[in-house]
């Protein structure tokens, strides 16, 4: 299991923006895919990016051209820069963590809030 934590979060205006943070712990953080997901009210949890040790990367459409995601092995953290942030992009946002390899995500934030006022 890793252990992750958030920051980063907060409130800003339409076209802002923002980078989230998470700080990933355990002894195999290498091996693990970290992912950012957020979820609005009243909508399922998506997938946002996610990132793997070697750099691979996914980012929804939803959010591309505006947000990207990277990874510091050697500090065991993963960022979210988010660029042109618009209303829609309001939600909580979630750093987790999933084994290489498998397909679901078995460690989770406790989640950070980004609201974008229009």
């Known amino acids: 299991q890793v252990h992750l934590v958030e920051s980063g979060g907060g409130l800003v205006q339409a076209g802002d923006s923002l980078r989230l943070s998470c700080a990933a712990s355990g002894r195999t953080v290498s091996m693990y895919v970290l992912g950012w997901f957020r979820q609005a009210p009243g909508k399922e949890r998506e997938l946002v990016a996610a990132i793997s040790a070697d750099g691979s990367r996914y980012v929804a459409d939803s959010v591309k051209g505006r947000f990207t995601i990277s990874r510091d092995n050697a500090k065991n953290t993963v960022h979210l820069q988010m660029n042109s942030l618009k209303s829609v992009d309001t939600a909580m946002f979630f750093c987790?963590?999933?084994?290489?390899?498998?397909?679901?995500?078995?460690?989770w934030g406790q989640g950070t809030q980004v609201t974008v006022s229009s």
């Open positions: 987790a963590a999933k084994w290489r390899g498998t397909t679901n995500y078995s460690s």
